[in-house]
């Protein structure tokens, strides 16, 4: 039967295949590969207690558990929120790098997510045009990163890739009411960005005079309307963790419904099922 290979704690595996002998040959073979023949005669000590329990004590970060969650959102949210609590490393977790191919070839931005649902990740951009958003292939990659000190540190990092959506202008208004003063300040401003008229402290006097005489009438701002909001739909979503310490683990979620059933297929790679149509599959780290 297909089953997670971290479920049961005998074969609580970071990262092998899904049965023991299978385990042994590629925890050898990739020992051998690379780090060469004295650490294979050390391997018994490399024990998946001792991977798994090296990423709490050191970091507070712990081996991914399928158990808990196969939901490869949840899973994000949890290391969203972690990467805000369990580090100091990471003060804006939900910022990532967006890629995309649009008129003028690839191009790379940085966005932050403002919203993070089952149906997926939503941001706003003033700049959709060239980027090509509209119902585009998109990809993107957040890092987070872990350090106690110069010895023990690690890092997350998760890949999605997914379509884009524009969402309606009536939502991305609702995710702008949400937004600190300083936040909108800064966006408002942004949004003037062709206005060669006046200079930027020019710009920015109106704004600062308007939120110290009324502040609650300064947060019924209106988005401006150069902004526009865009949902990523994921279809894949890559999770990778290791520390300095650890061999690393990373595991891929695809959705059923994109993954063919045939021979080589991933569901008869080793892959596994997941929670709300997903499946995943452990991969090299
Ligand atoms: C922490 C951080 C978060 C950002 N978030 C966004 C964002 O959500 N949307 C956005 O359009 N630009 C965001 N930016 C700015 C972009 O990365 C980029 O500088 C800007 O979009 C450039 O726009 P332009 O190419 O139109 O001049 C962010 C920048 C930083 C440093
Ligand atoms: C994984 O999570 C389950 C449920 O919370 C727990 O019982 C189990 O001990 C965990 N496994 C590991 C290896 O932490
Ligand atoms: C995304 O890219 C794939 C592969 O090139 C292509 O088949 C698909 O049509 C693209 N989807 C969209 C919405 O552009
Ligand atoms: C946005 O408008 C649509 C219809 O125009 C409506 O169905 C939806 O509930 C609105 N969303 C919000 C957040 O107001
Ligand atoms: C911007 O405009 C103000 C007022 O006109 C002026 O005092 C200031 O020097 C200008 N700043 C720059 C950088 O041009
Ligand atoms: C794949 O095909 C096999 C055999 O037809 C079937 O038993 C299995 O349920 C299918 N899996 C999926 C995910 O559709
Ligand atoms: C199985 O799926 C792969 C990938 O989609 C495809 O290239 C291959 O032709 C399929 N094989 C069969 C027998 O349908």
Redesign the pocket.
């Known amino acids: 039967m297909l089953q997670s290979p971290w479920i049961s704690r005998q074969r609580v595996v970071p990262f092998w295949g899904q049965n023991v002998k299978m385990d042994r040959f590629n925890f050898y073979k990739l020992m051998t590969l690379l780090v060469g023949s004295i650490i294979v005669i050390q391997a018994p000590k490399w024990t998946n207690s001792f991977i798994m329990r090296h990423y709490k004590l050191s970091l507070g970060i712990e081996a991914i558990n399928l158990t808990q969650t196969k939901d490869p959102l949840k899973l994000f949210k949890m290391w969203r929120d972690e990467a805000n609590t369990l580090s100091t490393l990471n003060p804006?977790p939900d910022?990532v790098t967006i890629a995309t191919l649009g008129e003028d070839g690839p191009s790379t931005?940085?966005?932050?997510l403002r919203d993070i649902s089952d149906t997926g990740f939503k941001?706003?951009?003033?700049?959709p045009v060239t980027k090509n958003l509209a119902q585009n292939n998109i990809s993107f990659t957040v890092v987070w990163t872990f350090k106690k000190s110069e010895e023990t540190f690690g890092m997350r990092y998760i890949t999605v890739h997914g379509i884009t959506e524009k969402i309606p202008v009536n939502e991305t208004k609702e995710l702008f009411k949400l937004e600190t003063p300083t936040s909108k300040i800064r966006l408002i401003l942004?949004s003037q960005?062709n206005d060669k008229k006046q200079n930027l402290s020019e710009r920015l006097q109106p704004l600062l005079d308007m939120y110290n005489q009324n502040p609650k009438q300064f947060h019924k701002q209106e988005m401006p309307s150069e902004w526009s909001g865009y949902i990523i739909k994921p279809k894949t979503l890559e999770f990778f963790q290791g520390t300095k310490a650890t061999l690393g683990q990373r595991i891929k979620f695809s959705k059923k419904s994109d993954v063919k059933n045939n021979s080589t297929n991933l569901l008869s790679d080793g892959a596994c099922g997941g929670e709300k149509g997903w499946i995943f599959q452990v991969m090299e780290p």
Do not use: D, L, N
């Open positions: 804006r910022v931005q940085i966005v932050m941001f706003y951009v003033t700049t942004q960005k």
